[in-house]
């Protein structure tokens, strides 16, 4: 049976007379027709391709590379079903840049874009793999915490206020550099909200209280 399998290969290989099919492979015929397959596959592949960048694009911030608000909205509502069902804590981080305003007016806009590029990589590289990090507005960002308590969520963010505040941010050629603090409200699920609607708010209060208690901290609502 071996045997008889092998001359099978060998007679679709050479042909009855070992020449019919030599030199198969260098037919213009079926030249032709590899260069179509492999023009049709390099096209499909580039489809997917582009089809992965428009997804990725229509999910992340232009400027920063984190998820944009559209995504985090949809990710926060899932996350808390899942909490839901888990019966698990959830934390929720907002976090807003002190006085940036002064930065864009007296170092103008090119700065201040570097300068939240730079604090959304100082945020991604403080954050647990499974945390979601998305630009929620302007110099505001957000961080969706999964199956973590407040008091943990809290020290997370403290870790990220005092890395912030660390940093010297270079805003020219001749090596000058400024200064950025940061103010942030963290709330948790199920404690300061259920839903999507009262744990946003509960986390903008917090953010608000720590802006009114002298920014440059981190507060619970």
Do not use: C
């Not at 050629?173 to 199920?190: L, N």
Request: proline letters at 2%.
């Amino acid at each position: 049976m071996w045997v008889s399998s092998v001359n099978e290969w060998r007679y679709f290989r050479d042909g009855t007379d070992g020449k019919k099919r030599k030199g198969y492979w260098r037919n213009k015929e079926i030249h032709k027709l590899l260069l179509v397959y492999i023009g049709l596959t390099a096209s499909a592949l580039q489809r997917v391709k582009l089809m992965d960048i428009t997804r990725r694009a229509a999910m992340t911030d232009a400027l920063t590379g984190a998820y944009n608000r559209r995504f985090f909205d949809e990710m926060l509502k899932q996350q808390i079903a899942l909490a839901k069902r888990r019966n698990e804590s959830l934390g929720l981080v907002i976090a807003d840049l002190d006085y940036f305003k002064k930065v864009n007016d007296t170092y103008g806009h090119i700065v201040g874009d570097r300068v939240l590029q730079e604090i959304s990589r100082i945020m991604k590289n403080s954050i647990r793999s499974s945390d979601v990090l998305a630009r929620y507005g302007g110099e505001e960002f957000v961080i969706v915490m999964p199956s973590i308590d407040l008091t943990n969520a809290l020290k997370k963010a403290e870790g990220i206020r005092q890395h912030i505040e660390s940093v010297k941010f270079t805003i020219d050629t001749f090596g000058r550099s400024t200064q950025i603090t940061i103010s942030i409200g963290v709330a948790s699920f199920p404690e300061h909200g259920t839903d999507y609607d009262t744990l946003v708010a509960a986390a903008d209060s917090a953010l608000y209280k720590a802006k009114k208690g002298g920014r440059n901290r981190v507060e619970p609502p």
